[in-house]
């Protein structure tokens, strides 16, 4: 089974950035599509951004487009996101995911991948 582990959360000033990272034990990632996703205190768990397994194919939410980037480095079997540009609203628990079978048009992992914990992402405007 797959684990994940976030990293690289915590608090940064509005317009600043982040490097989120997402560490995979139990497997290796170059087969899994994978993916970032966020949860805000009341609000439904969102994808952020996704990644097919070949790297060919990248999903992103309207709201990150230009601001996040998300890649992947196999040889160590770990997930980035890249946030620049942060606001407010990008304030949320981060969690990574990976799936063998993931969505057929995002390319995002389904609940049924593997997840990680979370990381918290805070924004101070």
């Known amino acids: 089974q797959l684990q994940l582990v976030e990293s690289g959360g915590g608090l940064v000033q509005s317009g600043g950035s982040l490097r989120l990272s997402c560490a995979a034990s139990?497997?290796?990632?170059?087969?899994?599509?994978i993916g970032w996703f966020r949860q805000a205190p009341g609000k439904e768990r969102e994808g952020v951004s996704c990644?097919?397994?070949?790297?060919?194919?990248?999903y992103y939410a309207d709201s990150v487009k230009g601001r996040f980037t998300i890649s992947k480095d196999n040889a160590k079997n770990t997930v980035y996101l890249q946030m620049n540009s942060l606001k407010p609203m990008d304030a949320a628990v981060y969690y990574c995911a990976a799936d063998l079978r993931p969505s057929i048009d995002t390319m995002c992992p389904t609940p049924n991948g593997s997840w990680g914990q979370g990381t918290q992402v805070t924004v101070s405007s």
């Open positions: 139990g497997g290796t990632l170059d087969t899994y599509a």
């Open positions: 990644m097919s397994a070949s790297t060919v194919s990248t």
